[in-house]
T-cell receptor, first 114, second 108 residues
Framework: ETGVTQTPRHLVMGMTNKKSLKCEQH?????MYWYKQSAKKPLELMFV???????ENNSVPSRFSPECPNSSHLFLHLHTLQPEDSALYLC?????????????FGNGTRLTVT | GQNIDQPTEMTATEGAIVQINCTYQ??????LFWYQQHAGEAPTFLSY????GLEEKGRFSSFLSRSKGYSYLLLKELQMKDSASYLC?????????FGAGTRLTVKP
């Protein structure tokens, strides 16, 4: 199994839909992250979980709702999204939060909001 | 706040050497990372510098000067497969922030 797995790979949803992105890591890491990647922009950190506790929320709109039921799984629940939310959503994990631990990324979910 | 700058695009020839620069301003510095991202794929970790100096790893080397807020990634003996985006990222005590990436195109 690959280190960090994300599903689905592609998602098209209308503005009134509710969907969830799933991430699973098999690396025994303690921290998990959601990043948003838009064309020609830096990766934007959305949420950080350390030992299953949310430790950072970078002013992300409430239409994005994370959930971390255990240290191996991370979800991003989506509802009433806007077209500008179309982007690549990347999940990542690291051994520890900060302290020079490199991130291991999943392949991302390409989200299109119509 | 944090500010991380790197060139948007670079082009180089197969077999040559290319240097990708990154400048940053940050608080609570805890290391400088380089990642490679091929189109449609996830970023993959390339290198990590926390002390000043050069770290060499095969064809790739990374340099850091903390006093100048400056790093570079050096790619030697370029291959076509090195065409990708290269992301500079700065770690602090809490998380990691990224530059917009440098899209490198290697031409025959």
């Amino acid at each position: 199994e690959t280190g960090v797995t994300q599903t689905p790979r592609h998602l098209v949803m209308g503005m009134t839909n509710k969907k969830s992105l799933k991430c699973e890591q098999h690396l025994g890491h303690n921290a998990m992250y959601w990043y948003k990647q838009s064309a020609k922009k830096p990766l934007e950190l959305m949420f950080v979980y350390s030992l299953e506790e949310r430790v950072e929320n970078n002013s992300v709109p409430s239409r994005f709702s994370p959930e971390c039921p255990n240290s191996s799984h991370l979800f991003l629940h989506l509802h009433t999204l806007q077209p500008e939310d179309s982007a690549l959503y990347l999940c990542a994990s690291s051994q520890d939060r900060g302290r020079g631990s490199p991130l291991h990324f999943g392949n991302g979910t390409r989200l299109t909001v119509t | 706040g944090q500010n991380i700058d790197q060139p948007t695009e670079m082009t180089a020839t197969e077999g040559a050497i290319v240097q990708i620069n990154c400048t940053y301003q940050t608080s609570g510095f805890n290391g400088l990372f380089w990642y490679q991202q091929h189109a449609g794929e996830a970023p993959t970790f390339l290198s990590y510098n926390v002390l000043d100096g050069l770290e060499e790893k095969g064809r790739f080397s990374s340099f850091l000067s903390r006093s100048k807020g400056y790093s570079y990634l050096l790619l030697k003996e370029l291959q076509m497969k090195d065409s990708a985006s290269y992301l500079c990222a700065v770690g602090n005590n809490n998380d990691m922030r990224f530059g917009a990436g440098t899209r490198l195109t290697v031409k025959p």
